[in-house]
């Protein structure tokens, strides 16, 4: 199992273009979660898909966009990017079912840099 | 989600037991203490949590005092791999929300 995994790794934007990062994960998860984590601080959650088909916001929304494709696959997505979103982003799954609950597998993290 | 206070660093002799403190004194009944860490660079990853005996497993054990408002993890023989930074947090279990994570300790192990 590859688990959680994240593309692209690193991505450098200009101010004002769009990207969208990819997360997938292979372990039947119904639970997908987004965070972001500045420099030196926690991970921050931008917003979370409970299940197939639904979406809910986090602490750090605005500027952000989400699809939960399938059960696998939850993008995330910068209309316009600005410098403040420079960040690391970490995307997770869990299965909130299993018996050890809340037991969230994270990926490798995008490093996003925005000029 | 109670609020957690942990200590900014701490450090340990490799093959010397970690114990890493964490006080969560407005814990509720129904919260769980969750511990994960995050070796630089890399996304965090789970190591145990507890309600309220004490838990073991092949990382870790967790000790939660009785009165649930503060708890220790427990490396029992540090490795220069175990530097990173730990992570307490407290929640209920079940549903699908965030984990809030603080500050947490950076703990490095000495050779």
């Known amino acids: 199992n590859a688990g959680v995994t994240q593309t692209p790794k690193f991505q450098v934007l200009k101010t004002g273009q769009s990207m969208t990062l990819q997360c997938a994960q292979d372990?039947?998860?119904?639970?997908m979660y987004w965070y972001r984590q500045d420099p030196g601080m926690g991970l921050r959650l931008i917003y979370y898909s409970a299940s197939e088909g639904t979406t809910d916001k986090g602490e750090v929304p605005n500027g952000y966009n989400v699809s939960r494709l399938n059960k696998r696959e939850f993008s995330l997505r910068l209309e316009s990017a600005a410098p403040s979103q420079t960040s690391v982003y970490f995307c997770a799954s869990s299965d909130p079912t299993s018996p050890n609950y809340n037991e969230q597998f994270f990926g490798p993290g995008t490093r996003l840099t925005v000029l | 989600d109670a609020k957690t206070t942990q200590p900014p660093s701490m450090d340990c002799a490799e093959g010397r037991a970690a114990n890493l403190p964490c006080n969560h004194s407005?814990?509720?009944?129904?919260?769980?203490v969750y511990w994960y860490r995050q070796i630089h660079s890399q996304g965090p990853q789970y190591i145990i949590h507890g309600l309220k005996n004490n838990e073991t497993n092949e990382m870790a054990s967790l000790i939660i005092t009785e009165d649930r408002k503060s708890s220790t993890l427990i490396l029992p023989h540090a490795t220069l791999r175990d530097t990173a930074v730990y992570y307490c947090?407290?929640?209920?279990?079940?549903?699908?929300?965030?984990?809030?994570f603080g500050s947490g300790t950076q703990l490095t192990v000495l050779p």
């Open positions: 372990m039947n998860h119904n639970s």
């Open positions: 947090i407290v929640r209920v279990g079940g549903s699908a929300r965030q984990l809030t």
């Open positions: 407005t814990i509720s009944g129904n919260e769980y």
